[in-house]
């Protein structure tokens, strides 16, 4: 069955001085209640790095700088899976803060911007939902189906799941060090990623 997934990629950003350790790598991570400690530290400093906020300063002057911030930008978005080993990424300027304008477009049965270089689309037809991993012209282009309503419940899920990154791991790390602090995070990450959407 084919499925949606909060995510970021290719958080490549230097680490924090005040990070523990290095944080391990990955291509993009998934954002769910799951995320341990150092995928949670991959989050913040992709997110730092991607707003070119200062890390070679303490834990609270770098929050604080980032926390001033209306908004944020940060690469990602909503993945799309059929399996582990056939998906759709978000692609080139796409954002998780575009989270909302995806699920509110998916909702108007129209294609919303999934990014450039590839080119993902949705277009639908009766109640199939066909997601295309590039313009549906090209050779290269593959698809993933989903029923209409289930790719609905789906991004519905994907909510819950950032939502409870933010609620569970991402506050936790944060109220460990700072709890005044993780409060404040948890109210932003909501208006820069969750606030607006139609459900």
């Not at 911030?69 to 796409?94: H, R, T």
């Not at 990014?115 to 993933?144: C, K, M, Q």
């Not at 602090?181 to 607006?196: C, H, N």
Request: with cysteine; glycine share 4%.
């Amino acid at each position: 069955m084919s499925y949606t997934k909060p995510v970021i990629r290719e958080p490549y950003y230097d680490c924090p001085t005040w990070f523990d350790q290095d944080v391990y790598r990955t291509e993009f991570l998934v954002l769910s209640a799951n995320c341990n400690s150092s995928e949670v530290e991959l989050f913040l400093l992709h997110l730092f790095g991607y707003n070119n906020i200062n890390i070679d300063q303490s834990m609270e002057d770098t929050f604080n700088e980032l926390l001033v911030k209306d908004s944020v930008a940060i690469l990602g978005g909503i993945a799309f899976f059929e399996s582990e080993n056939k998906l759709i990424m978000p692609s080139c300027c796409c954002g998780l803060e575009q989270f909302r304008d995806i699920y509110n477009s998916v909702t108007k049965k129209e294609s919303p911007w999934l990014g450039h270089d590839p080119f993902p689309v949705i277009t639908y037809i009766g109640d199939l939902a066909r997601v295309w991993s590039d313009n549906p012209e090209s050779v290269e282009s593959y698809y993933i189906d989903f029923k209409y309503q289930e790719l609905l419940d789906n991004l519905e899920e994907s909510k819950r799941d950032l939502e409870c990154f933010i609620d569970k791991p991402l506050y936790q790390w944060i109220y460990r060090r700072d709890q005044g602090m993780a409060q404040i995070m948890k109210v932003k990450m909501y208006e820069w990623f969750l606030v607006g959407i139609d459900s």
